[in-house]
């Protein structure tokens, strides 16, 4: 049943003008969204049929009941593309890559999922090159996660002479609430992205529904019959054909009764076909079939015969494949097939699948054979696919994905008695293993694993270890332990056996001893040694990422850093996951010792190591958060926005800490933020998002920039009397010398009725500063900061303290904090009556204002200027020449460079450039010679 195509020509020419579009090097992503049966499937293999020049590629999602075999779509569109062009199309370091995902290929050397996604890409953006390459993802809803990832980084990243066309089902009343709002919510961000765009296929009309009939039926049906079809199909072009299947009859009207009614009349051998099908849809092959139904060839043939002439099954024999007609059909069949059937054919393709190693790919083929153990409930034999198929999960799926079958794998070992014969896994090292993918997966996928951990299993040691660990906290909240609980715990565990997971624990348990420091020490370095022993790069990531931590939490950021320096040079280029992370923890340990060159480095190093970093959106955004802090504070803002902006819209959490380092900025650059969704995570943070002392110092900034200082005091004043403080010490000194500034400024500006209030508060503050650690040059800079602060609120000569403040500053590169300190030095300056040095203080705080675009540092250099007569930058003169640029004309006629206009005035050479192309402007001058004569005669030059 088919016919031709009607009322979509609207459509066609869309689709028709995307490929135009892409063939000319604007490349294109489309969308085709409809529900069941409204053809989407059927638009786009019209659209695409006469492109014969094009490389067309297509890759079919389907639903195993549970979910999607990860990059089954993957998998799917190499083979298409193998069977078009050969396999001689894959250059050798491709074919390797990829090796997982190929029919027939082992991986001869470790492959990791983002190299696998990398390389897919690459390959894609290399044909492209060539010719027009159109790739098709069919059911994209029905897509797991690494692949809708994988088509939402090629959408955004279009190459040139590249189009994806995907259809997606938007109406499924079996997709749960979750599922259906997280479907939702990928469409909308993918129609967002350039380049991207939604064809929403609406129901035909009425005049559309009786041309397809008229076609269907080969002559225009009775009157009767082309109004009752009408009415019927509401439109669903689906419908409408097996209205005609059916000959009208009503009750036969929708696709469950369609296909129960072919089914009934379905010969015995025939109706298995279909059921078997039903179950195997996603890898579904003539040759498998045979093997499945157990009959010979020409008894399979027979049988498809009958199926495609039934309309529910369709063949492509030089693909070796068989499809259902229509999604509907195989859902409808599915519910026809009873559970105690399905639990069988589920049975017989995992026993298919593991006889017929190489038909499909190696990875998704693992995958496949253990959800079909898991689905035919024989926990025995899923068990031992499970533990098959973990390293095909490493290699391919998300740590969320890998972390499931684990929990899968450990529901197991409560239900089969011998279950650690069946694995060759101790219940024991299943956990720790587990536990190892735990640490770099979600803190949702973590929960149901911790869930699925069958405790009563553990021996009591690890049963506490595992309660102590699973304690879930904020970003950056942890070491809320007792020592004598840790001490209790590592004792015990040292006495049971010296493996993976007792490395797992002396680590834990030695980077969280905040009293027992030598302890810590020994238990730290005997994880080491057992690592190296186990030669495992996780369980080494691991033992550097709590060692790292521990140095930093007890004062010692740079012995961290010099310590991920060695373990980082150790560990290689590997590009597994959880290695990024050091080198974010790198770099923060040089951000709060004042080292931004070696922050620099690192940050740039760890991106420059990842071709692809939305492949690796929570290590990007760890990397992120340390690059723009470093950045932000060395007054590199245009670099740090532009990497806000690029990496912002790939993650849909919006507490995480970069986000508030975004809105941090933001208020430093504008004065202003929208940071009413931090409110609600004050006291509670987020999982994974940004810590609480962050988000308070966020909420005290934005209430110090609108001038409410209560509001201010509200937000941070419980940092310095929570039992965190030098835990949180690294980032409290921002926090500590954001409100001594605020305070004092406030009483430099004028009358306040909250003096005694603001001093009680300050009084905290430097009480609470006393017991901060100091770190590297930085500590050696920001108590100068802070005491010049008090300073200045007391009434006392702040100068001496301010330049103090000021040379350190320079010293370490806090560009900002150097712009505010000339401005307060302009102050006290003007204050104790040296106009001229206030005057230098206050043009050299405002060049840095106009470089990093501050408008609060402006509005308080101009408010400063007016209040003390300092010449306001924007005063003109004689009508023509701001003060400044009378400034800058003066040392133009005595013959200086931009340099050196720079460095007398404060100011970039750069920016002395601009003033002089203003200047010349202004008064219609040829060159700076001109210029200067042209100033003289009008007397500008005073």
């Known amino acids: 049943m088919g016919g031709r195509l009607v009322g979509r020509e609207a459509e066609l020419d869309r689709i028709a003008g995307a490929v135009v579009s892409a063939r000319a090097g604007t490349s294109r992503c489309l969308l085709v969204t409809g529900e069941a049966g409204i053809g989407k499937s059927r638009l786009v293999a019209e659209a695409v049929a006469d492109l014969d020049d094009a490389l067309v590629l297509t890759g079919h999602a389907a639903d195993m009941t549970t979910g999607e075999i990860p990059f089954g779509v993957v998998a799917d569109t190499l083979r298409d593309l193998v069977r078009a062009a050969g396999v001689d199309v894959l250059a050798q370091a491709e074919r390797e890559a990829l090796a997982p995902l190929l029919p027939g290929a082992a991986p001869r050397q470790p492959v990791e999922r983002v190299q696998l996604l990398s390389a897919f890409l690459d390959l894609l953006e290399r044909l492209a090159r060539v010719r027009l390459v159109v790739w098709v993802v069919e059911d994209l809803h029905w897509a ?41 919510s990928y469409v909308a961000g993918l129609a967002r992205a350039p380049g991207c765009e ?109 199926a495609l002439r039934a309309g529910i099954l369709t063949t492509d024999h030089e693909r070796d494949a068989v499809g259902f007609r229509h999604a509907l059909l195989r859902e409808a069949t599915s519910r026809e097939t009873g559970p105690g059937a399905r639990r069988s054919w589920h049975r017989r393709w995992a026993e298919v699948l593991e006889d017929n190693p190489g038909v499909l790919a190696g990875d998704p083929a693992l995958l496949a054979i253990a959800e079909h153990w898991h689905q035919a ?24 994905e890998e972390l499931a079958l684990w929990a899968r794998l450990l529901r197991g070992y409560a239900a089969v008695d011998d279950a650690a014969g069946v694995t060759g896994l101790s219940i ?85 001893l905040t009293q027992h420091t030598e302890r810590g020490d020994e238990l730290i370095a005997r994880a080491w040694t057992d690592a190296r022993r186990l030669g495992d790069t996780r369980v080494a990531f691991m033992v550097a990422a ?79 958060e340390n690059a723009t802090a470093t950045w932000m504070l060395t007054g590199q803002w245009a670099r740090a926005r532009d990497l806000f902006e690029a990496s912002g819209p790939w993650w849909e959490d919006d507490v995480r800490t970069s986000n508030a380092r975004h809105d941090l900025l933001t208020l430093q650059q504008r004065g202003t933020a929208d ?58 000194w921002f ?41 590297g040059r930085l500590g050696e800079v920001w108590p100068l900061d802070l005491a010049a602060q008090l300073d200045r609120f007391h009434g006392r000569d702040a100068g001496p303290a301010l330049r103090e403040a000021l040379a350190g500053w320079e010293r370490i590169g ?35 204002a106009e470089r990093l675009e501050a408008v609060p540092l402006l509005a308080r250099a101009d408010a400063l200027a007016e209040r003390y007569a300092l010449a306001p930058r924007e005063r003109r003169t004689d009508g023509v020449l701001t003060e400044r640029e009378v400034e800058v004309l003066r040392l133009v006629a005595d013959g200086m460079t931009n340099g050196q206009i720079g460095v007398k005035l404060f100011m970039s050479p750069k920016t002395a450039s601009v003033h002089v192309s203003h200047i010349l402007a202004k008064l219609d001058a040829a060159n700076r010679t001109e210029a200067a004569a042209t100033a003289r005669r009008r007397g500008l030059l005073g």
């Open 675 to 732: 940071l009413e969704r931090w409110n609600a995570h004050l006291d509670s943070p987020a999982p994974g998002g940004a810590a609480s002392c962050m988000v308070r110092e966020l909420l005290g900034a934005g209430a110090a920039a609108r001038g409410d200082l209560r509001a201010m005091r509200t937000a941070i004043r419980p940092l310095w009397t929570g039992d965190r403080l030098t835990l949180d010490d690294d980032q409290l």
């Open 735 to 775: 926090t500590a010398v954001l409100a001594a500034r605020a305070e004092a400024d406030a009483s430099l500006a004028g009358a306040r009725d909250d003096e005694a209030e603001a001093g009680e508060h300050l009084s905290e503050v430097e009480a609470a500063a006393q017991r901060f650690r100091r770190f």
């Open 144 to 184: 797991d996660s690494a692949t809708r990832d994988l088509v939402g980084l090629a959408a955004r990243t279009l190459p040139a002479g590249l189009l994806i066309v995907a259809t997606v089902r938007t109406d499924d009343p079996e997709r749960t609430p979750g599922a259906e709002a997280a479907l939702t």
């Open 377 to 400: 409930r024989d926990v025995r034999r899923a068990l031992a696919a499970t533990v098959a198929a973990l390293p095909a999960a490493g290699r391919i799926c998300r740590a969320d």
């Open 546 to 624: 709590v060692e790292s931590y521990r140095a930093q939490v007890l004062g010692d950021p740079e012995g961290a850093a010099a310590r991920l320096r060695e373990v980082l040079e150790e560990i290689g280029d590997t590009t597994w996951v959880g290695v990024f992370h050091l080198w974010g923890n790198l770099a923060w340990c040089e951000v709060v010792c004042g080292n931004h060159e070696r922050a620099d480095a690192a940050v740039t190093e760890a991106l420059s190591r990842i071709p692809r970093p939305h492949l690796t959106i929570n290590v990007w955004e760890h990397l992120v």
């Open 198 to 306: 939604v064809l929403a296929l609406s129901r035909l009309s009425p005049d559309a529904v009786q041309r397809q009939l008229r076609d269907l039926l080969g002559a225009r049906p009775p009157a009767e019959v082309a109004s009752r079809v009408e009415r019927l199909s509401d439109g669903i072009p689906f419908v409408v054909e097996e209205l005609v299947a059916a000959a009208g009859r009503p009750e036969l009207t929708t696709a469950a009764a369609v296909a129960a009614g072919r089914l009934g009349g379905l010969s015995p051998e025939t109706r298995r076909l279909v059921e078997a099908a039903a179950v195997g849809d996603g890898h579904l092959r003539i040759s498998l079939l045979e093997q499945v139904l157990d009959v010979t060839p020409d008894e399979l043939d027979a049988a498809l015969v009958e």
């Open 428 to 512: 024991r090292e299943a956990y720790a293993r587990s536990a190892l993918t735990a640490g770099v997966a979600s803190f949702a996928a973590e929960r149901e694993w911790v869930e699925a951990v069958p405790t009563e299993l553990l021996t009591e040691p690890v049963r506490r270890f595992h309660a102590l660990r699973n304690v879930f906290h904020g970003k950056g909240e942890a070491n809320a332990y007792a020592d004598d609980e840790l001490l209790a715990i590592s004792s015990a565990v040292d006495e049971e056996e010296n493996d993976l997971l007792a490395v797992m624990v002396r680590a834990f348990t030695g980077s969280n």
């Open 814 to 848: 806090h560009v900002p904090d150097v712009a505010i300190t000339h401005l307060s030095l302009a102050e006290q300056e003007a204050t104790h009556g040296d106009r001229d040095a206030a005057r230098r203080h206050l043009a050299a705080g405002r060049e840095i």
